[in-house]
């Protein structure tokens, strides 16, 4: 695994214009079909509320997804409050890698929330308003996050444009929802 080196004003002038060109594409820049992967797939997570983190985490190879870094990704997505786990939907992870891919940057993506036990959902829904009933969290299927030095609403361009499930838009609360159920916007 790599550890992340200064980056110099021509690296933050070519990702931005990768990312800008990137956005402007119609298509997805990935595709789900494990026909097409040539590459390692990585990811850099890190736990807002354990404080944990996983950098650059090769969870995809050629051969498919590496169980033991799945394993550790659901460990790092766990319902904090419970301490329970849950499997995460590998697809979930493909697209952080495409939301990754479109913004031109390999960054640590900052978890606010990952898997949510029944219990901890049904307290967030008494404390707030915009948490659902039937919510993919508790499914493995959602996550919340931001991503340090990105705006948020280029992050939700990003998610949405992968077109990989749904987008939620959290400015006040300064994260962005994105899930692998069905393509929608909010």
Request: proline residues 4%.
């Amino acid at each position: 695994m790599k550890i992340f080196n200064r980056l110099t004003r021509r690296d933050v002038l070519k990702a931005g214009v990768g990312a800008g060109l990137g956005l402007l594409l119609p298509l997805p820049v990935f595709a789900y079909a494990d026909g097409d992967l040539t590459s390692e797939r990585c990811l850099s997570l890190h736990n807002l509320h354990t404080g944990e983190v996983l950098k650059e985490i090769p969870y995809r190879t050629p051969q498919g997804y590496q169980k033991d870094a799945l394993e550790a990704l659901n460990y790092l997505l766990r319902d904090y409050r419970t301490g329970e786990l849950k499997e995460i939907d590998p697809q979930l992870f493909d697209l952080l890698y495409g939301v990754q891919n479109r913004l031109g940057a390999c960054a640590e993506f900052q978890v606010i929330s990952g898997y949510r036990s029944p219990r901890t959902n049904e307290l967030l829904r008494r404390r707030s308003r915009g948490v659902a009933k039937h919510s993919l969290h508790m499914l493995g299927k959602a996550i919340d996050i931001r991503l340090p030095g990105c705006d948020l609403s280029r992050l939700r361009a990003a998610a949405v444009a992968v077109k990989g499930g749904g987008v939620g838009y959290y400015p006040k609360s300064n994260f962005v929802h994105v899930d692998t159920g069905r393509v929608r916007y909010w």
